[in-house]
């Protein structure tokens, strides 16, 4: 069991409001499983000559986590566009209305408001939109995701969304996020990113046009193989 203390430097007033700040640079973390809203594990204790207090629960709103998250290209081709499945698993449950995002660096559409896609469980997600200002794909939940339910949306490729032309190098940048009401997540890795490889040239000669000519096969990688 884990404690955060509070010295006090001045005397409490009963009946006013009380802020305490815990800035970033104390270097306290929150848990990879994130918090339940209305966590029974967070309480307040008070030591007090005029009346302790133990174990008051705090009333807190939760923060949520992703236990897995992959996204997927189909067929995989860099300057085109693709079928892009993005597969989660949440740790607190999602409800109709609520948004799952996903920014894919590099990518370009035209904005999407709305974009029909198929999920697995069906009509867990019914559609997407898509936000070139932050290359967010954004997923509109129609009805509720349990917790640590898996889910699969597929985009299908005639949404037209570009690959970047250079491929996918890395799965940096690559975040998923919920404004979940029993667990939003601001920002999270992916757990699992496709990458997409692509040649900067490729070139074949006949170096000699007797019949048994030789071929001169020439490549420029977009990246180390």
Known sequence: EKSL???LTSPVTGGFPVDILVPLSTGISIPVAGVLPNSPTITLTVVSADGPIQNYPITNNGIGSFSFSQVEFFPAVA???NEIAVTFTSRSSILPGEQVAVVLPGFS???LTE???LSDPPGVVYSCAWDQDTSQ???FVSSTIAVQQKVRVR???FANIIAPSIGVSSKVGFVIS????NGPVPTLAVTSVQLMGQFLTATLEVED???AAGLLLTFIPGFAI
């Open 109 to 111: 559409a035209a904005s």
């Open 155 to 157: 985009v299908p490729r």
């Open 5 to 7: 203390l509070f010295p």
């Open 115 to 117: 974009q029909i896609v």
């Open 209 to 211: 046009r007797r019949p």
């Open 79 to 81: 300057g085109a566009s």
């Open 178 to 181: 919920t404004n979940a009401v």
């Open 137 to 139: 794909l954004i997923f």
